[in-house]
């Protein structure tokens, strides 16, 4: 739960950061390099690539704009590909059936079946690839990750993550493509206008208009202060003493003036209209800017062209240019005069329409901005609550565990006192029997019947009652002694001197009613000179949990068995080994063997933690590693390593 609760973020991290990579990147292969690298901390991305759609037109035809591939040279990402047919490409097939394709290699050799190739390069040990789909659902391209490697293949989770990621790369893809059209645009229009503004000798102007107009697009940050600001960059250009912004509101299908200067009226006619009333909405509907003189403008009125004209009607000349970015209308900017003398020419018109299409890319910015403000906040919403959450399952996962060493430890209580009522209760019938032996061989003391042999006989009894008293008092004090240094050391956090192997010998002892009555060997393999400053508890418990796991789940009932314990010196540390020759687990087991709460034996004694406290034991107090290998059939074998000494720093092998 842990594990999928940091995946889990780090994955929203993710989407996060893809949404802020496509407002400060323009270049599409630079943002898609960020997205590879952020995409390689949640899930295997060695072989990873992008195809989009011919951007000049080519019909079926893509370009791989980025590629990274560890076994296949990359294509020329200004290169054309044109597509082959669904059955003989999958990335034609994703494009064109705009749905996402996952293929092992066997599929993939499968559907070669018929003789004919499907795609080119290295077949994969695993692919996966999505289309990358615009606003109407229709593919612009497809995004692809794969592995040649057995080892690293993708989880059902993974293929949902990758498809949320491919989902979240279209929309950032789209606004740079937009972006991307827009700047060439604007690039070649600017190109235009310098020639002909440098022809009029306003080229000095012109550029230091463009550079304000770049600058005002590139960091306006509050929509409040745009219009005065872009008002001042236009007059400085044409005479716009006249002038207003109106702005489209799609939801409402309305229209608002919230900037208004004029040499006729104080304020705006009105503030707000639906739209499809006056100049502003005429404009709209045309999708391209206009220029007209007072007789076209009353043409317009009298052909019923403009519905409800607003504003003052005698107009000299006028010009409205749409704020568009795509197909999406943000509003119209208006510059109008009422001087004979002022009179607009091709060349205004050309820059109005100009300077409206970057207050386009503007005000998309500012929306972009709150809408990731919006969803920064919502996303930091949402991680506080998993944190407390997080926090919350943690505290409770930390109860759950120490309440797991309890039980282990009253398991281990009761099982030593079962074991100890056996020589006690011996002890207690020797005794009994002795006394009555002693009474009556003082009553035939007393009746003078006690001969020789008699007392001989009492001798006898005296000897042998001693013998078994002594031989169950001493089994009974070594279970105490076991159980109690075993119980102090589980109970404990300090490190203290111990020798290995006779420590073992100790936590099996104490493990001995667990071990009777079923047919399992324990076999200890261990120098009698490894002495260890380090935390007995910690080696007590692991010993312990790995015995008690075998017993659960690797031994069926009485099934015969064998445990073996290893531990050598290896420099400054320990190598620590554990097998049993049990049923073993396969490999989807083995890999949630130390997740916490995960067993096979649920509703049967299995809490699940055992496996995990072995974990973390070794992990954090002995400061070492754990390794475990197992397979059906095969039995179960833990590599443990850590230092001996955990009051000195260890000095770790230099690597060959």
């Given at each position: 739960m842990e594990e999928r609760l940091r995946r889990l973020e780090a994955v929203q991290s993710m989407l996060l950061e893809i949404g802020q990579l496509s407002t400060s990147y323009t270049d599409i292969a630079r943002f898609l390099r960020a997205v590879h690298g952020a995409l390689g901390r949640i899930m295997y991305a060695a072989n990873f690539y992008v195809a989009l759609n011919d951007r000049d037109g080519a019909e079926n035809a893509v370009r791989f704009v980025y590629f990274v591939d560890e076994e296949d040279e990359a294509p020329d990402p200004a290169q054309v590909v044109h597509l082959a047919s669904p059955e003989e490409s999958p990335t034609a097939w994703v494009i064109l059936n705009r749905r996402s394709l996952v293929m092992t290699a066997a599929e993939h050799i499968e559907r070669q079946g018929g003789g004919a190739a499907f795609g080119v390069g290295t077949v994969a040990e695993h692919y996966i690839g999505c289309p990358l789909l615009d606003q109407n659902q229709q593919a612009v391209g497809a995004i692809v990750i794969q592995s040649y490697d057995k080892e690293h293949t993708y989880s059902y989770e993974d293929q949902a993550l990758f498809e949320l990621i491919a989902h979240q790369v279209s929309s950032a893809l789209q606004g740079l493509q937009s972006m991307d059209r827009l700047e060439r645009a604007v690039r070649e229009r600017t190109l235009r206008l310098e020639h002909e503004v440098t022809e009029r000798r306003r080229a000095e102007n012109l550029q230091r208009a463009l550079y304000e107009i770049a600058s005002l697009s590139a960091s306006a940050s509050d929509s409040d202060e745009l219009p005065g600001r872009l008002h001042r960059i236009i007059s400085g250009l044409i005479e716009a003493r006249n002038f207003l912004i109106a702005l489209y509101h799609p939801d409402s299908k309305e229209i608002s003036i919230p900037y208004f200067v004029d040499e006729k009226d104080p304020e705006a006619p009105v503030k707000r209209f639906r739209y499809g009333v006056g100049m502003s909405s005429y404009v709209l509907q045309q999708k391209r800017a206009e220029l007209l003189d007072a007789r076209s403008y009353a043409a317009l009125v009298a052909a019923g062209k403009i519905?409800?004209?607003?504003?003052?009607?005698?107009?000299?000349?006028?010009?409205?240019?749409?704020?568009?970015?795509?197909?999406?209308?943000?509003?119209?900017?208006?510059?109008?005069?009422?001087?004979?003398?002022?009179?607009?020419?091709?060349?205004?018109?050309?820059?109005?329409?100009?300077?409206?299409?970057?207050?386009?890319?503007?005000?998309?910015?500012?929306?972009?901005?709150?809408?990731?403000?919006?969803?920064?906040?919502?996303?930091?919403?949402?991680?506080?609550?998993?944190?407390?959450?997080?926090?919350?399952?943690?505290?409770?996962?930390?109860?759950?565990?120490?309440?797991?060493?309890?039980?282990?430890?009253g398991r281990l209580v009761a099982g030593v006192a079962h074991e100890i009522n056996t020589p006690l209760g011996i002890c207690v019938t020797a005794t009994s029997h002795l006394v009555q032996e002693l009474k009556l061989t003082k009553e035939d003391l007393a009746g003078g019947q006690l001969d020789e042999e008699g007392l001989n006989a009492f001798f006898d009894t005296i000897d042998q009652s001693l013998r078994i008293m002594t031989t169950n008092t001493q089994r009974a004090a070594a279970l105490v002694r076991s159980f109690k240094q075993v119980a102090v050391d589980q109970s404990s956090e300090n490190i203290r001197h111990f020798n290995l192997a006779k420590y073992v010998d100790e936590v099996l002892l104490s493990l001995q009613p667990k071990l009777k009555g079923k047919p399992i060997k324990v076999q200890v393999d261990c120098p009698a000179d490894i002495h260890l400053d380090s935390f007995p508890g910690a080696v007590s418990q692991i010993v312990t949990n790995m015995v008690m796991n075998s017993l659960v789940h690797g031994f069926g009932e009485d099934q015969p068995g064998n445990i073996r314990i290893t531990g050598k010196l290896d420099g400054d540390h320990v190598l620590f080994d554990y097998s049993d020759d049990g049923i073993g687990m396969d490999q989807e087991t083995l890999g949630q063997l130390f997740d916490p709460f995960f067993t096979t034996k649920r509703g049967s004694g299995g809490s699940g933690l055992g496996a995990h406290i072995l974990f973390n034991l070794v992990t954090g107090p002995l400061g070492g590693t754990v390794k475990v290998t197992s397979a059906p059939g095969m039995g179960l074998h833990y590599h443990l390593r850590f230092p001996r000494d955990q009051r000195k720093p260890v000095r770790e092998a230099a690597a060959a």
């Open positions: 519905d409800e004209p607003l504003g003052n009607a005698n107009i000299a000349s006028w010009m409205g240019a749409p704020m568009l970015l795509g197909d999406q209308a943000y509003g119209v900017i208006i510059v109008q005069s009422y001087d004979d003398s002022v009179l607009y020419t091709q060349a205004d018109l050309d820059v109005l329409a100009f300077m409206a299409s970057h207050v386009a890319v503007a005000l998309a910015r500012m929306q972009g901005e709150r809408a990731i403000r919006r969803a920064k906040a919502s996303l930091e919403e949402q991680n506080a609550a998993l944190n407390s959450a997080l926090t919350r399952l943690q505290e409770a996962q930390t109860e759950l565990v120490r309440q797991e060493k309890l039980a282990s430890l």
